[in-house]
């Protein structure tokens, strides 16, 4: 039982840091979006990330073949096929709409309305089969509470805009991807998902770039830094630690992980551009930090 809750904690850390590096890379996606189409960024920083997924590769081949082993370089070929593909398709329809939305309204607003999904995914899980005990469902409750404080506390939040909706949908869709990767992900090497799911989004949102914009020289070098640490850390790096953190985990502990991204973002534009933070939003803050906390104290031995 100890060694399943360390794995549970290490596990729930390498999620804590992808909603770290998703966090601060908000901002680069909003620059990104400044110069480029949602499509043509999409599309950019996930080549960006096959290229590093497959050099990850190729160093850990080289590693094991100085130490003797002969394993074949693409491992469940067939599973990793269907996983991916279904994965990278859910990924690039939730990339692109909230690269899309991200543009059309408050960051408040998106931050809140993407990690919905902090909900979105223990309802799923009800009708899946999976039912979260009343200690996950408190969590839960108490993360939604802290993500308004945070986010949405003394601002107008009864109307949607047309972009705001493409934000609803895209909690749908990282729900979705959430519930596949957790499906696929303990029977497959994590880096070698991670790469077959960006090769995916990466084929997807190549081809709407061409069919609906019009991408240019200027726009790639103006987008260059957003493109390279959205490529290289948030998507290479971090969704690669979503799979590995996912193996094993419940998915709704990994959800409320993941969703402290708006508290990362909040915190980074605090730090580093030195955006104030009121009383309410540090409450928001400091309630879903306390829920990520409680999700991990074991449960009462009866």
Not at 55 to 70: E, F, S
Not at 71 to 79: I, V
Not at 87 to 95: K, Q, W
Not at 293 to 301: F, G
Request: charged share 10%; hydrophobic share 50%; proline share 3%.
């Amino acid at each position: 039982m100890e060694k399943t809750n360390q794995k549970q904690l290490r596990n729930t850390l390498m999620l804590v840091g992808c909603a770290l590096i998703w966090g601060t890379a908000f901002v680069a996606q909003s620059v990104g979006s400044g110069y480029m189409g949602p499509y043509t960024f999409l599309a950019s920083r996930s080549w960006l990330a096959c290229v590093f997924l497959l050099g990850l590769l190729a160093v850990r081949r080289r590693g094991q073949q100085r130490r003797g082993q002969r394993l074949p370089f693409w491992l469940h070929g067939k599973t990793l096929a269907v996983g991916g593909a279904l994965c990278g398709a859910a990924l690039f329809a939730a990339s692109a709409a909230q690269q899309m939305g991200i543009g059309t309204t408050s960051t408040a607003k998106a931050g809140f309305m993407t990690a919905l999904y902090v909900v979105l995914v223990p309802v799923c899980g009800v009708f899946l089969g999976r039912r979260p005990g009343v200690k996950l469902w408190c969590c839960v409750a108490a993360s939604v509470a802290g993500l308004y404080l945070l986010c949405l506390a003394g601002r107008d939040t009864l109307s949607l805009t047309g972009g705001e909706w493409q934000l609803l949908v895209c909690a749908f869709l990282f729900t979705l991807q959430i519930l596949l990767v957790n499906r696929f992900s303990p029977r497959l090497d994590g880096i070698q998902l991670s790469f077959v799911q960006f090769l995916v989004v990466s084929v997807l949102s190549t081809v709407c770039m061409f069919l609906f914009e019009q991408p240019t020289l200027a726009q790639f070098q103006g987008a260059a830094v957003s493109v390279l640490y959205c490529g290289v850390m948030s998507s290479g790096v971090a969704y690669t630690l979503q799979i590995v953190g996912q193996k094993e985990l419940d998915p709704t502990i990994a959800s409320l992980a993941m969703c402290l991204e708006s508290v990362f973002s909040a915190l980074a534009g605090w730090l580093i551009l030195g955006q104030t933070l009121t009383p309410p939003e540090l409450a928001g803050c400091a309630l879903m930090f306390a829920a990520i906390v409680a999700s991990q104290l074991p449960d009462r031995k009866h």
